[in-house]
């Protein structure tokens, strides 16, 4: 066999915004962004590989610097700028993941800027503005202890 296969690939569901962004240790991800300039693309989601791998990590509303393949899909060069939002992130289980008490802190995290993203079933990524952040993952680690003691 030749040449070097990418150690990690993951796709989405369909999109015309969605493009597969090729980073440089060979992964790859479909993900949906906006083109906000040449070359420069803004993340309308994170990227769950680069959380996970030795790539820079690239979240919600970061703005990186990327060329146009033969193939269509993105080269990722840098981030450009990274996002105001404060990323946290929680492994949540099922029962708190379809709790109306999650949905009511998530509709506040929208209400108050931010924005939600939710993987693999209980993995939640929460992108808050600074001055709200703190509030919004103390409830949310209340919902974890209240769950605990049940």
Same mark, same amino acid.
């Given at each position: ?13 369909? %999109? ?8 440089? %240790? ?7 962004? $906006? ?6 693309? $803004? ?7 680069? !959380? ?6 690239? $979240?919600?509303?970061?703005v990186i610097r990327a060329t146009t393949q033969a193939d ?8 450009v700028s990274k996002s105001d939002l404060q990323t946290s992130?929680?492994?949540?289980? $099922? ?6 008490? !999650?949905?009511?802190? !998530? ?29 919004? %993952?103390e409830r949310i680690r209340v919902l974890l202890v209240h %769950?605990?003691?049940?």
């Amino acid at each position: 066999m030749t040449g070097k296969l990418p150690t990690a690939r993951v796709e989405y569901g369909g %999109n015309e915004l969605r493009k597969t962004v090729v980073f440089a %240790n060979g992964d790859s991800e479909l993900l949906l962004i $906006r083109s906000v300039g040449p070359d420069q693309f $803004r993340l309308e989601e994170s990227s769950l590989l680069s !959380l996970a791998s030795d790539v820079m990590e690239v $979240r919600f509303h970061d703005v990186i610097r990327a060329t146009t393949q033969a193939d269509g899909s993105l080269r990722f060069h840098e981030v450009v700028s990274k996002s105001d939002l404060q990323t946290s992130i929680w492994l949540l289980s $099922r029962q708190i993941v379809e709790s109306a008490d !999650l949905r009511s802190v !998530l509709d506040d995290v929208t209400d108050l800027g931010g924005a939600s993203e939710q993987a693999f079933g209980g993995y939640l990524l929460v992108h808050m503005p600074p001055a709200g952040a703190e509030a919004i %993952n103390e409830r949310i680690r209340v919902l974890l202890v209240h %769950n605990q003691t049940r």
